[in-house]
C-alpha cells in the first residue's frame, strides 16, 4: 500500500509513528509543514519537519514533543548573555547542529527537498520525508497591541505571546507563487490512501493545501482525516486561537466543514464528537487520544480501515 499524510509538528509525528506499527509494509511519504518556518540567528529552522524526522528517527524529547532528547543549552545561555535576539525561542545544543548542517547545503545551493533527504539519512525516520515546497513561504499573523495593528511571524505569536494575543488573521506569505516540492504531486498521484493526521487544521495541514496544485491533485483520491479537536477543545497545543482567527468553530464538524467535501471522504471523530456530519463525508466514531505508541497505532489502524471502507477494500 502507498500512503501519503500531510502532517504538521507533535500531533502528526506521534500519529505518524502509530501509522508506522499500523501499516509496517506500506510505502509512506510524508509531505511537511514548513509554513512554520524561521530564520534564527542566521540559520533555517524547519521546526515541523524536524519534529517528524527527530519522532520517528528515536531523537524526540518525548515529554515535550519537540526538540532533542538529552539536550543541554549552552549556546543559547552564551546568546543570551552576549544580548542576542530574539531568546524566547529555545534552540538546544544537538538541535544547533541540524539547523547548521541544513544552512551550509542550502548556501551550497541545494533545495529543502534535498536537505531533507540527506538529514534522514541520519535519522532513517522510514518514510520518505518532503517538504511541501523548496520555495520560502512564511506564516504570519496580524495581531493588534499596545504597538498598533501590526504583522509578526507565526513563531513569535505562538512561542512568544503564546497565542494570547488575538490573532486578526493569518497570511501564508509567498504561497501564491510556491510550487509544491519535487516528489510532492507524484506520491499523491500514486497513493492508495491520503490521510490528514490530527495537526494543526490552520497552520499545518491547511498551509500544505495552500500550496498550489497540491489540492488539485487530491482529487479523486481517497482522504481521510483525523479530528485534531475532542468534545470542542485541540488535543494539544492551541489550535482554537487559529481556528478563531479565521472564523471557525473550534468543533470536529467545523473542522470537517473547513476542509470540505470532495477533498475529505472520510472523517474519524472522537466518541464525544459522534453527532458529527458531513454531506459527501462518511464519518466515524472511536477513542482518539494518543495516549502512547499502541493507542496511536489503533488510531492510524481505523483511518485506514476507514480509508477500505470507502475504497471498497474488503480484507
Request: glycine content about 12%; hydrophobic content about 45%.
Amino acid at each position: 500500500m502507498r500512503i501519503v499524510a500531510l502532517a504538521g509538528g507533535i500531533g502528526g509525528a506521534r500519529f505518524l509513528r502509530g501509522l508506522k506499527l499500523a501499516a509496517p509494509d506500506a510505502e509512506i511519504t510524508v509531505i511537511g509543514n514548513t509554513g512554520d518556518d524561521i530564520i534564527l540567528f542566521g540559520l533555517q529552522v524547519c521546526p515541523d519537519l524536524d519534529t517528524v524526522m527527530y519522532t520517528l528517527g528515536g531523537g524526540i524529547h518525548e515529554e515535550q514533543g519537540w526538540g532533542r532528547a538529552g539536550e543541554t543549552f549552552a549556546v543559547k545561555e552564551e546568546l543570551a548573555a552576549y544580548g542576542v535576539e530574539p531568546q524566547w525561542f529555545g534552540l538546544g545544543d544537538r538541535d544547533f547542529a541540524t539547523h547548521i548542517v541544513r544552512t551550509q547545503m542550502l548556501n551550497a545551493g541545494y533545495p529543502l527537498s534535498a536537505v531533507t533527504e540527506a538529514l534522514c539519512h541520519r535519522w532513517r525516520p522510514g518514510v520518505r520525508l518532503i517538504p511541501m515546497t523548496d520555495d520560502r513561504v512564511e506564516t504570519h499573523v496580524v495581531i493588534e497591541d499596545d504597538r498598533g495593528r501590526r504583522a509578526v511571524h507565526f513563531q513569535e505569536w505562538w512561542v512568544r505571546l503564546r497565542a494570547g494575543v488575538p490573532a486578526q488573521d493569518i497570511v501564508l506569505v509567498g504561497a501564491d507563487d510556491a510550487k509544491p516540492a519535487p516528489g510532492v504531486l507524484d506520491a499523491i498521484a500514486e497513493a492508495d490512501v491520503v490521510l490528514l493526521p490530527p495537526s494543526n487544521p490552520v497552520v499545518s495541514v491547511g498551509t500544505i493545501l495552500r500550496i498550489p496544485g497540491i489540492r488539485e491533485a487530491l482529487t479523486g483520491k481517497t482522504v481521510v482525516g483525523v479530528s485534531p479537536i475532542i468534545g470542542g477543545a485541540p488535543v494539544r497545543g492551541m489550535a482554537d486561537a487559529c481556528l478563531t482567527a479565521i472564523g471557525v468553530e473550534t468543533s470536529a464538524q467545523a473542522v470537517a466543514e473547513l476542509y470540505g467535501s470532495p477533498l475529505l471522504d472520510g472523517w474519524l471523530v472522537a466518541e464525544e464528537d459522534a453527532g458529527v456530519s458531513v454531506e459527501g463525508v462518511v464519518t466515524r466514531a472511536r477513542p482518539l487520544l494518543m495516549t502512547d505508541e499502541r493507542a496511536a497505532a489503533d488510531i492510524a489502524r481505523a483511518a485506514l480501515d476507514l480509508a477500505d471502507e470507502i475504497r471498497g477494500v474488503t480484507a
